[in-house]
């Protein structure tokens, strides 16, 4: 994930915020649903994965897409929507079109 920080923030992109979906940390049928697809809770969840690198939730989205388990039921997944604001990608840029960097 560093690395697509990185690539954002350079020429062309120049990005200043990058955004994302992932599932969400917590939603009522999360338990029951991985044990009817056979999987174990994962240790730590992708949401709380993004907070730790400095990402915000700004919306939930309750029914973002479907999962099928193993004997053919549906169950939708909740997600959340993340951002994070970039920092460095303005100077890391100047310095590009100057010929300034060493990478």
Same mark, same amino acid.
């Given at each position: 994930?560093?690395?697509?920080?990185? #690539?954002?923030?350079? !020429? @062309?992109?120049?990005?200043?915020?990058?955004? #994302?979906?992932?599932?969400?940390?917590?939603? @009522?049928?999360?338990?029951?649903?991985?044990?009817?697809? %056979?999987?174990?809770? @994962?240790? *730590?969840?992708?949401?709380?994965?993004?907070?730790?690198? =400095?990402?915000?939730?700004?919306?939930?989205?309750?029914?973002?897409?479907?999962?099928?388990?193993?004997? =053919?039921? *549906?169950?939708?997944?909740?997600?959340?929507?993340?951002?994070?604001? #970039? &920092? =460095?990608g303005? !100077?890391?840029g100047?310095?590009?079109?100057? %010929?300034? &960097?060493?990478?």
């Open positions: 994930m560093d690395e697509v920080e990185s #690539l954002a923030q350079r !020429e @062309p992109l120049n990005a200043k915020t990058l955004a #994302l979906m992932t599932v969400a940390s917590a939603f @009522p049928t999360r338990d029951a649903k991985l044990k009817a697809q %056979g999987r174990e809770k @994962p240790k *730590i969840a992708l949401q709380d994965w993004y907070e730790r690198r =400095g990402y915000v939730v700004f919306k939930h989205v309750e029914k973002a897409w479907e999962e099928v388990d193993l004997e =053919g039921k *549906i169950w939708w997944c909740a997600a959340v929507l993340m951002r994070k604001e #970039l &920092t =460095g303005e !100077e890391r100047r310095k590009e079109r100057l %010929g300034l &960097t060493t990478e």
